[in-house]
């Protein structure tokens, strides 16, 4: 009997978490079997937000997230680096909007633009760094009251990259 107390016990005290809170532009961190060893992962919510790609004068393309009516993604990928290594510092992100009414989505491919899917490789590294549009892959999004199911693999081409696939729930409290 003294067994099965202790087991009870050890179940509830390792099940139970305690809750964060969290603003509205939620950064969660991915679990752990999701994002690669060497890095860390997060994602933001950016309710009532818009993405758009901008120009600059040399003809890079760079993401601006300004106040708008869908709902913008960004997962992050920070590769970790000695700190005292100078223009060692490697991120990747990914971004994209939704509809915030829209509960279920499903696309492929050129589709992938219609949420305007873009990939950035931010590193000190000669010839492929920016932000760039994705069109090689495929995007799953269920998403209902503050829960958003997201399923993604994708591929650049001629552009190195160390996350090919996102496959997380993510929870985020709604805007009113």
Known sequence: ?????????????????????????????????NCPEEGNCSFEVLQNSSLSLKTDEFGKQYPVIEEGDKTVIRYQFKKQTPPDAMDA???????????????????????????????????YCKGSVGYFPVTQGQLF???????????????????????TEIDENIQYYLKN
């Open 141 to 163: 999004i269920y998403q209902n009251k503050g829960h958003l199911q997201l399923r993604s693999s994708f591929k650049m081409r001629k552009i190195p990259q160390v996350i």
């Open 1 to 33: 009997m003294t067994l099965l107390r202790i087991l009870i016990i050890f179940s509830l005290v390792f099940s139970c978490a305690p809750k964060k809170d969290q603003n509205d532009n939620t950064v969660i961190p991915a679990p752990r079997i």
């Open 89 to 123: 510092s490697y991120s990747e992100y990914v971004l994209f909007e939704i509809d915030p009414g829209r509960v279920e989505l499903s696309i492929r491919d050129e589709e992938l633009q219609k949420v305007k899917m873009t990939f950035g490789r931010i590193c």
